[in-house]
Each structure stands twice: as structure tokens, then as C-alpha cells.
């Protein structure tokens, strides 16, 4: 079996390169091996299944591999896990026994939770949650065994979303956090206020806690920490992730130390003729031009996209993230982008912050609600940040990425025309304020 383009994964990288790469280039024979039944589906909505604000798991699924063959123009194959890569004589071998021959090569394998080597887990009752088959064993264990408690193990995005979710389902959580952090926030004033509204929604979060084992026994589970040992129905883990690339032993293929592929602008690795993206490769950070590991799926589906037009002869390059972010738990929301004051003193920046909290909407206005903010900027005025938490936060935080990617500076933002209603924002809005202060700040400096 030969291809163009044999694709190795699918969900968002390797499906936009396979339909980015068809769409410029129509005679391209391209092939998409798929380790899971599914080819396309938001892994994002998938803590939403659980109470329900997503209709279920199968409403994430984007296509069936059936739909995306006939309607992007690849073959699909799934049940194909790969087993090695022969770079020189350009064949791929899978772990079933097949073998493909590519022109190119798309990598694009994802990454797998982190599990750690806990006694309990490979019992029932211990969860992951990154596929649409996890979510639905959550459902139908939180139902089965009427789960009264919960334990999540890691407080960031996936853990901190499961939690809200399982929260509306009635159920008593307890969050524990290795490290001090939530939802990876390191700034301090955000992150405490982040970790107070939390807890007083009656969750049990443990921050600067140690899992040490989980062990369960009849149908119970024990967390034992570095602290205490807590009782409880199920444990989902949320720990993190790893690139799914232990696979590649070529050293040609250069690789972060986490296994993370190294890809330039035009989403090329240092084998010719092979490409990835997504959530088992670098990208590039625009500020300190640096390659990063950042797997989130907007930046999967654009890695792909420009993979595949450049499979396609179509020389077009990423530009690379400012790590754009946002989450919530409940009413309170989370968003940053570009660099927080600790990553731009780490990177070297001549950087300072200004400290704003001011309403979402018109004092007067019915639902007016809190809003912080952090402003990062060089002492030049050029913009390389902002951190949010608070309510209607997004089109603030986007207002500062697009600046922050035209090298906007605090003066811009002083004067920016935003639009104003009572319903909508002050007439001084948060972001308006942050830019005046930093003005200020930079004439005292």
C-alpha cells in the first residue's frame, strides 16, 4: 500500500492536514491512520458531557471516518496503531502487521494523559478523560454505582472543568494539586482569588499536595497523600500529558525532552519529507520566538492546516501562539495571553505589571460583576501580556492578543475606540484603566 500523504493520527492535526493538503492539491493520494474508532471529535467539550451541557460524548464527534473520506477526499483507517517509522526507505509499520509506503509523512500521534503507577489503575472506578469512550464511562459509572464522592488528581484545565461538571451532578469532590496552582495560573493575586472562589463552592481543593498511591478495596477507592488518606467512589486523573511519540527511536527526528517533536514555521521536522503538529509537537512562542510545547487544539488545527498546504507545494508558514488561554470554573473565569510577569522576568524581558479590578458592566447595570487584571508590558510600552479572571472576560483578553501580535504598546491601548453600552462594559473599561496606569508607570520609571 503507497500514498502521497500517509497521515499518522487524526482528530485535529492530521485531519486538517489531510483536508488542507486535498483542497489544494485534488490528485494528492492521501491515507489517515487512526489508532481510535474516531477520526474527528472537540476533546474540549468533553467535561460538559458529564452534566450535560453537552448532549452527550457522541456530540463532540465531528465526522465518522465514513463522512470525512467521503467528504474530504482521504482514505480512513482505524484500529492502526504505529509501531516504527522507517525514514529511509519511507514506510510506515503498524503494530497489526501492516505496512505503508509514503511520499510524505504526516505525524500527528497526539499525546496521552499521564498516568501515574497507582495499585488502583486498572480498576473500575479510576478514570482518564481524553476521548469520547472515557467520557462515557464516567457517565455510566457516576450512574451505575449512584458516586456520591469523587477525587480528581491535578488541578488544571481538564481536572478544574471535570470538577465543575461533576459538581452540578451533586456529587462531593476533593481536587488535589501537587503544585500551589490552579488551572496552571503563576500569578499570584489571580491565582488566589481563583483558588478562594473555588473552594467556597464547597470543593475540597488541595493544593501542595502529594498523591503518593490509590488503592481500592470492595468497591471504594483509598487516595493516599503525602498528608492524609481520603475515602472515595471514583478518582478521575488529570495530571497532564505526554506526545505519543516513544514509537520514533530514529535520533534523526529531533525531539524535545518530553518527546515532543521539533517543527519549524512550515510545520517541517528535521526529516525531509516529514511534517507534524498538534499535540505531539512544539510550535513557536511569537514573543520570545522560542519553540514551546502547548498542546491545545486551536493550535493543532492550524499546525495541521499549514502542514498540509505545504505538503501540498503551497510554501505558507505559522507564525507560532501567544498561548491564549480561557477556562472556568462555574461563574468565575480564567484567561491569559502571551507572558505573566514570572515568564517575563524568566525570559529576560525589561518588564512590569499594573493591577486592575473594575466591573464587567455599568455600576448601575443589573449583573455587573468583578473583573481582575493583570497588564505585562516592557518598559518601552510594548504589550507582551495580560491575565484575566473574573466575568466577560473574552473579548477583553482577544482585544489584547491582537495587539499583542501587531506589537501594540500601552499608549495604543490608552486611546483604543472600544465599543460602550451600559449592558456591556463601564465607560471606562478594564482595559482602558490597566493601559492608563501603565502610562503612568513608565513616566515614573
Given at each position: 500500500?503507497?500514498?502521497?500523504?500517509?497521515?499518522?493520527?487524526?482528530?485535529?492535526?492530521?485531519?486538517?492536514?489531510?483536508?488542507?493538503?486535498?483542497?489544494?492539491?485534488?490528485?494528492?493520494?492521501?491515507?489517515?491512520?487512526?489508532k481510535e474508532p474516531y477520526i474527528s471529535y472537540g476533546g474540549c467539550g468533553l467535561p460538559y458531557t458529564i452534566s450535560g451541557k453537552v448532549k452527550s460524548p457522541e456530540s463532540v464527534i465531528g465526522f465518522s471516518p465514513e463522512e470525512f473520506s467521503e467528504?474530504?477526499?482521504?482514505?480512513?483507517?482505524?484500529?492502526?496503531?504505529?509501531?516504527?517509522?522507517?525514514?529511509?526507505?519511507?514506510?510506515?509499520?503498524?503494530?497489526?502487521?501492516?505496512?505503508?509506503?509514503?511520499?510524505?509523512l504526516m505525524i500527528a500521534t497526539g499525546a496521552s494523559p499521564v498516568i501515574p503507577?497507582?495499585?488502583?489503575?486498572?480498576?473500575?472506578?479510576?478514570?482518564?478523560?481524553?476521548?469520547?469512550?472515557?467520557?462515557?464511562?464516567?457517565?455510566?459509572?457516576?450512574?451505575?454505582?449512584?458516586?456520591?464522592?469523587?477525587?480528581?488528581?491535578?488541578?488544571?484545565?481538564?481536572?478544574?472543568?471535570?470538577?465543575?461538571?461533576?459538581?452540578?451532578?451533586?456529587?462531593?469532590?476533593t481536587v488535589i494539586e501537587a503544585g500551589n496552582n490552579v488551572f496552571g495560573c503563576s500569578d499570584g493575586i489571580i491565582n488566589k482569588i481563583l483558588k478562594d472562589y473555588i473552594k467556597n463552592d464547597g470543593v475540597n481543593l488541595l493544593t501542595e499536595t502529594f498523591v503518593k498511591n490509590v488503592y481500592k478495596k470492595d468497591s471504594k477507592f483509598s487516595v493516599q497523600t503525602d498528608k492524609e488518606s481520603i475515602e472515595t467512589d471514583m478518582v478521575i486523573v488529570a495530571v497532564g500529558v505526554k506526545p505519543n511519540t516513544d514509537f520514533i527511536k530514529d535520533e534523526n527526528l529531533k525531539k524535545f525532552n518530553n518527546g515532543a517533536i521539533i517543527v519549524n514555521d512550515f510545520s517541517e521536522t528535521s526529516v525531509s519529507d516529514v511534517y507534524s503538529g498538534g499535540d505531539c509537537a512544539t510550535v513557536k512562542n511569537i514573543i520570545t520566538g522560542k519553540n514551546v510545547y502547548y498542546p491545545l487544539g486551536t493550535n493543532a488545527n492550524k499546525q495541521g492546516k499549514t502542514a498540509g498546504r505545504n505538503i501540498a507545494g503551497i510554501k505558507e508558514a505559522f507564525p507560532g501562539i501567544l498561548g491564549s488561554m480561557i477556562t472556568k470554573y462555574k461563574n468565575t473565569e480564567y484567561g491569559k495571553t502571551g507572558l505573566d510577569i514570572v515568564q517575563a522576568q524568566a525570559e529576560g524581558f525589561d518588564a512590569a505589571e499594573v493591577y486592575i479590578k473594575a466591573g464587567s458592566k455599568a455600576g448601575?447595570?443589573?449583573?455587573?460583576?468583578?473583573?481582575?487584571?493583570?497588564?505585562?508590558?516592557?518598559?518601552?510600552?510594548?504589550?507582551?501580556?495580560?491575565?484575566?479572571?473574573?466575568?466577560?472576560?473574552?473579548?477583553?483578553?482577544?482585544?489584547?492578543?491582537?495587539?499583542?501580535?501587531?506589537?501594540?504598546?500601552?499608549?495604543?491601548?490608552?486611546?483604543?475606540?472600544?465599543?460602550?453600552?451600559?449592558?456591556?462594559?463601564?465607560?471606562w473599561d478594564i482595559n482602558l484603566l490597566a493601559a492608563a496606569n501603565a502610562v503612568k508607570m513608565i513616566k515614573k520609571i
Open positions: 500500500m503507497k500514498y502521497d500523504l500517509v497521515v499518522i493520527g487524526g482528530v485535529a492535526a492530521g485531519t486538517s492536514a489531510a483536508a488542507a493538503a486535498k483542497r489544494a492539491d485534488k490528485n494528492l493520494s492521501i491515507g489517515i491512520f487512526q467528504k474530504k477526499g482521504a482514505d480512513v483507517y482505524t484500529g492502526f496503531e504505529a509501531e516504527s517509522i522507517d525514514f529511509k526507505n519511507k514506510t510506515v509499520k503498524f503494530l497489526n502487521g501492516k505496512e505503508v509506503h509514503y511520499g510524505k503507577d497507582f495499585s488502583a489503575k486498572d480498576e473500575k472506578g479510576f478514570f482518564k478523560l481524553r476521548n469520547p469512550d472515557d467520557a462515557t464511562e464516567i457517565i455510566n459509572y457516576i450512574e451505575s454505582e449512584k458516586v456520591k464522592n469523587a477525587v480528581i488528581i491535578g488541578a488544571g484545565y481538564i481536572g478544574l472543568e471535570t470538577a465543575e461538571n461533576l459538581s452540578e451532578k451533586n456529587i462531593n469532590l448601575y447595570y443589573s449583573g455587573n460583576a468583578e473583573i481582575h487584571m493583570k497588564l505585562i508590558f516592557e518598559k518601552s510600552g510594548r504589550i507582551i501580556g495580560a491575565v484575566y479572571c473574573g466575568q466577560n472576560i473574552l473579548q477583553r483578553l482577544n482585544a489584547v492578543t491582537a495587539l499583542i501580535k501587531m506589537n501594540g504598546t500601552v499608549y495604543d491601548l490608552e486611546n483604543m475606540d472600544f465599543a460602550y453600552a451600559p449592558p456591556f462594559s463601564p465607560v
